[in-house]
């Protein structure tokens, strides 16, 4: 019944900045953490950031640390990652993904049982 939909994603230079949005559509926004995840080829998928259910604690990879913000707009029912100071490195596919998990496995793609499609990010000059 829910469904989650990633959009944002483009080619920037390095050093530029993109905003991806995660919108639920069929179901309510509330009382689930969001979380994203990119996949790079030839790469496991990792996880970047994670929100908790009342926007006030956000999580962060070390890699994105400082220049990654995760946000969500519970009327929107929309989520937002806002990139800045992007590298070649954060090249990937990213995926937003809904769930319910406890605070020691939020790092774990198992804890999330909602995924959109994934948007496309590429840095490059």
């Known amino acids: 019944d829910v469904q989650l939909q990633a959009s944002g994603g483009g080619l920037v230079q390095p050093g530029g900045t993109l905003r991806l949005s995660c919108a639920a559509s069929?179901?309510?926004?509330?009382?689930?953490?969001i979380a994203w995840f990119r996949q790079a080829p030839g790469k496991e998928r990792e996880w970047v950031s994670a929100?908790?259910?009342?926007?006030?604690?956000?999580y962060y990879a070390d890699p994105v640390k400082g220049r990654f913000t995760l946000s969500r707009d519970t009327a929107r029912k929309t989520a937002y990652l806002q990139m800045n100071n992007l590298t070649p490195e954060d090249t990937a596919v990213y995926y937003c993904?809904?769930?319910?998990?406890?605070?020691?496995?939020?790092?774990?793609?198992?804890?999330?049982?909602?995924w959109g499609l994934g948007t496309q990010v590429t840095v490059s000059s």
């Open positions: 929100i908790r259910t009342d926007g006030a604690y956000t």
């Open positions: 069929g179901s309510t926004f509330r009382n689930y953490a």
């Open positions: 993904a809904r769930g319910r998990p406890i605070l020691s496995q939020i790092r774990n793609p198992g804890s999330y049982s909602d």
